[in-house]
């Protein structure tokens, strides 16, 4: 087998310029396959990051009615028979495999008209009453002042934690600690500003996205839960949010979770139900759409593969004719069909293998090219191109295979005739 490969490699090397030519249409294909594989990974993966987030792998668990997420604006607008989050809810969300971490919240979205400072009225801003454990799941950190105290909560402490958005909105450039914000008529002194451990920026191409993202602008300011009727309503049900232990987990956390939270309505409310945000399943919906076209574009150049391939069979016929008196001798002298067919093959096999690996390095650099011209995502898939010199190596195989079988089967006395 060695010997066979050294005598590839002799033969392809005293004829480079024709070996060049016949390896051309392989490294062509190939090139062109990898680097529109490497495009769809890469666009595939920007798809997947700006829906789910870099790093982040949270799911809203939130409660819906008739289609649409319920939204508490007074007393009057709290369901019956949806209670409020439970610490027996909590242990059973917590033994789930695919679950993290998990945090309750409840929230009023529009606070223009309720927060003020000193006269001035705080816009696009959301106020949340959250538990202990928010701050973690959701990937905050302490920035300035400090967190919430078990006696914020215990002592109901008209204590508020803003983030920074709110920070430089509302204070500029002063510093919010101390500071007292008026929530709903209630006083409520800033002893924290958070801000996101990972701030991960949205790829913004079009008004829907911008729709999309824009409540990561807002202003958010927390409250501890149990302050939350001092300014709002008592006994409001909650959203929810998991942390799941990997992005790909999430898809399973959220719709276990949904379970357990559907299991505590009660049997006659049946208008409302919880509803997990799947968005690994709006990634797969945008990455197959995304898909479709260039899979395409990869049979078209697989085309150049077989092109290749009619290549590669007609110079191995060509070299069968050339060294015709050499396999006459080596057969003269006893070697077997197997042994000239194996040399033959070879040879095929190794011109393609070569081929595919200037294939791939080309479509690498394709790749490269791509994405600083037309800033397009790009991702090198190392699977792909192991298999793209596999699938090379087959080629010369399965191409070379008939020339190789017309050299083992050459009557030696013939062969020797020839010149």
Same mark, same amino acid.
């Given at each position: 087998?060695?010997?066979?490969?050294?005598?590839?490699?002799?033969?392809?090397?005293?004829?480079?310029?024709?070996?060049?030519?016949?390896?051309?249409?392989?490294?062509?294909?190939?090139?062109?396959?990898?680097?529109?594989?490497?495009?769809?990974?890469?666009?595939?993966?920007?798809?997947?990051?700006?829906?789910?987030?870099?790093?982040?792998? =949270?799911?809203?668990?939130?409660?819906?009615?008739?289609?649409? =997420?319920?939204?508490?604006?007074?007393?009057?607008?709290?369901?019956?028979?949806?209670?409020?989050?439970?610490?027996?809810?909590?242990?059973?969300?917590?033994?789930?495999?695919s679950v993290k971490n998990v945090t309750a919240y409840v929230q009023r979205m529009n606070t223009e008209g309720s927060v003020f400072y000193q006269g001035t009225t705080l816009s696009?801003?959301?106020?949340?009453?959250?538990?202990?454990?928010?701050?973690?799941?959701?990937?905050?950190?302490?920035?300035?002042?400090?967190?919430?105290?078990?006696?914020?909560?215990?002592?109901?402490?008209?204590?508020?934690?803003?983030?920074?958005?709110?920070?430089?909105?509302?204070?500029?450039?002063?510093?919010?600690?101390?500071?007292? @914000?008026?929530?709903?008529?209630?006083?409520?002194?800033?002893?924290?500003?958070?801000?996101?451990?990972?701030?991960?920026?949205?790829?913004?191409?079009?008004?829907?996205?911008?729709?999309?993202?824009?409540?990561?602008?807002?202003?958010?300011?927390?409250?501890?839960?149990?302050?939350?009727?001092?300014?709002?309503?008592?006994?409001?049900?909650?959203?929810?949010?998991?942390?799941?232990?990997?992005?790909?987990?999430?898809?399973?956390?959220?719709?276990?979770?949904?379970?357990?939270?559907?299991?505590?309505?009660?049997?006659?409310?049946?208008?409302?139900?919880?509803?997990?945000?799947?968005?690994?399943?709006?990634?797969?919906?945008?990455?197959?759409?995304?898909?479709?076209?260039?899979?395409?574009?990869?049979?078209?150049?697989?085309?150049?593969?077989?092109?290749?391939?009619?290549?590669?069979m007609n110079i191995m016929l060509v070299s069968v004719t050339e060294r015709t008196s050499e396999i006459g001798l080596k057969k003269a002298i006893g070697a077997r069909k197997r042994?000239?067919?194996?040399?033959?093959?070879?040879?095929?096999?190794?011109?393609?293998?070569?081929?595919?690996?200037?294939?791939?390095?080309?479509?690498?650099?394709?790749?490269?090219?791509?994405?600083?011209?037309?800033?397009?995502?790009?991702?090198?898939?190392?699977?792909?191109?192991?298999?793209?010199?596999?699938?090379?190596?087959?080629?010369?195989?399965?191409?070379?295979?008939?020339?190789?079988?017309?050299?083992?089967? @050459?009557?030696?006395?013939?062969?020797?005739?020839?010149?």
């Amino acid at each position: 087998m060695l010997e066979n490969v050294r005598l590839s490699f002799q033969g392809i090397w005293s004829h480079k310029m024709r070996s060049f030519l016949t390896m051309l249409g392989i490294i062509i294909g190939i090139a062109a396959i990898i680097s529109i594989v490497s495009t769809i990974k890469g666009t595939n993966e920007e798809i997947k990051n700006s829906l789910v987030g870099s790093g982040n792998n =949270t799911v809203n668990i939130m409660l819906y009615t008739q289609g649409y =997420t319920h939204s508490i604006y007074g007393s009057s607008d709290i369901p019956f028979g949806v209670p409020q989050f439970s610490e027996d809810t909590r242990k059973q969300i917590m033994e789930l495999d695919s679950v993290k971490n998990v945090t309750a919240y409840v929230q009023r979205m529009n606070t223009e008209g309720s927060v003020f400072y000193q006269g001035t009225t705080l816009s696009s801003g959301c106020v949340r009453g959250i538990d202990t454990s928010y701050f973690d799941t959701m990937g905050y950190t302490v920035r300035t002042g400090r967190g919430f105290l078990d006696e914020d909560y215990t002592d109901f402490r008209k204590v508020v934690i803003i983030d920074q958005n709110a920070a430089d909105k509302v204070f500029g450039k002063e510093s919010a600690i101390g500071k007292t @914000l008026e929530i709903n008529k209630v006083p409520f002194t800033v002893v924290g500003v958070v801000t996101k451990k990972t701030e991960f920026e949205p790829n913004i191409s079009n008004i829907s996205d911008y729709y999309e993202y824009q409540e990561d602008k807002m202003s958010y300011l927390f409250l501890p839960k149990s302050c939350w009727p001092i300014t709002y309503c008592y006994d409001e049900p909650e959203n929810i949010v998991v942390r799941a232990k990997t992005t790909d987990d999430m898809e399973q956390a959220g719709q276990s979770v949904q379970r357990i939270l559907n299991a505590t309505l009660s049997s006659k409310q049946e208008d409302f139900k919880y509803k997990a945000d799947n968005l690994l399943e709006q990634a797969r919906k945008m990455q197959e759409l995304s898909s479709a076209t260039n899979n395409q574009l990869i049979w078209i150049a697989s085309i150049s593969l077989l092109v290749g391939g009619i290549g590669v069979m007609n110079i191995m016929l060509v070299s069968v004719t050339e060294r015709t008196s050499e396999i006459g001798l080596k057969k003269a002298i006893g070697a077997r069909k197997r042994t000239i067919l194996g040399q033959f093959l070879t040879e095929a096999a190794v011109l393609t293998s070569i081929g595919g690996l200037l294939g791939v390095a080309g479509g690498i650099g394709m790749a490269q090219v791509i994405n600083r011209v037309s800033g397009v995502a790009v991702s090198i898939d190392v699977v792909a191109s192991v298999v793209a010199v596999l699938f090379s190596m087959m080629i010369g195989i399965i191409f070379g295979l008939l020339p190789s079988v017309k050299a083992a089967n @050459l009557d030696p006395i013939e062969a020797l005739r020839r010149e």
